[in-house]
């Protein structure tokens, strides 16, 4: 897709899709290869993607996983902002995301903490990380959307819908409502594990090129998930060739942004894709 994003000032061309490294600064997330707390594990995991050939440092401070305890707003504000400064000082020109459902936190990352990107996956507050119905967190929607729209930053809109019909739906009505706001660069997320079952996942997978129509990029985050694990067995360790498997698919369905644990792959499916469409070897 021709399409460009703006990190404060910079344009991000996308008509080659990009790799989005992951950076957990927590205990808990679901693959231990990704969890980073300590100064010197955080500068290694950052210059470790850029080396790898990532153009985004996705940071986050809880975990999504099924079963994860809340974390206090107090406590992912203490982890953002660490890790935020080591990531800034190791990687100044890199495009950092961050990963929150969180208004409050996400503004102070963009403003305060050098973040460029809200990676919300929370669909705009319908759900958190637990995933608590939208009747029950009013006062945090659709507070995200505004945060965006004030400040302009590029917003990865994460769907919690099970089927490609009312994920649809549900990202028009939001983009609409984003737009309103004056939010400038929207990226869908197909949300790969969010609100879908195994077969939900890959009936989704398998239509996916049909988000194309609304003209943005797509972000695809399938890294190690249990959707490859359960279909194969195994375990999240053991799922770096299924997770190939699925990038190399999504980058062929049109995807724009690949986020994964295991950037070195990501970047060699890139290259193989880009080679096999233009022709050349």
Aim: net charge negative; hydrophobic share 40%; glycine share 8%.
């Amino acid at each position: 897709m021709e399409y460009t994003i703006n990190i404060k000032g910079r344009l991000m061309d996308l008509s080659t899709p990009q790799v989005m490294g992951i950076l957990n600064v927590t205990p808990d997330s679901f693959y231990s290869g990704s969890r980073k707390q300590t100064e010197m594990e955080i500068a290694q995991r950052a210059n470790q993607i850029i080396e790898e050939g990532g153009s985004i440092i996705d940071v986050g401070a809880f975990s999504t996983r099924p079963g994860a305890d809340e974390v206090s707003e107090e406590e992912e504000g203490r982890r953002l902002k660490f890790a935020l400064d080591i990531v800034r000082r190791e990687q100044p020109d890199a495009a950092v995301s961050v990963d929150t459902y969180r208004p409050t936190l996400a503004r102070k990352c963009i403003e305060e903490w050098g973040a460029d990107i809200i990676n919300d996956v929370s669909e705009g507050g319908i759900t958190g990380i637990t995933f608590v119905p939208l009747e029950q967190r009013q006062e945090e929607y659709p507070e995200m959307f505004r945060v965006v729209g004030e400040l302009k930053v590029p917003y990865i809109l994460l769907s919690v819908q099970p089927t490609l019909e009312a994920m649809m739906k549900g990202f028009a009505k939001e983009v609409q409502q984003l737009r309103d706001l004056g939010a400038k660069d929207i990226i869908l997320d197909p949300g790969f594990g969010f609100g879908k079952n195994l077969i939900q996942n890959y009936q989704i997978y398998n239509e996916m090129e049909k988000l194309n129509v609304m003209e943005l990029p797509v972000l695809v985050g399938i890294s190690r998930k249990t959707m490859i694990y359960k279909l194969l067995g195994g375990d999240a360790t053991t799922s770096l060739n299924g997770t190939s498997v699925l990038d190399t698919i999504a980058l062929m369905k049109g995807a724009s942004i690949l986020r994964v644990h295991d950037v070195k792959e990501a970047a060699e499916a890139v290259k193989i894709v880009e080679a096999m469409k233009e022709g050349r070897t």
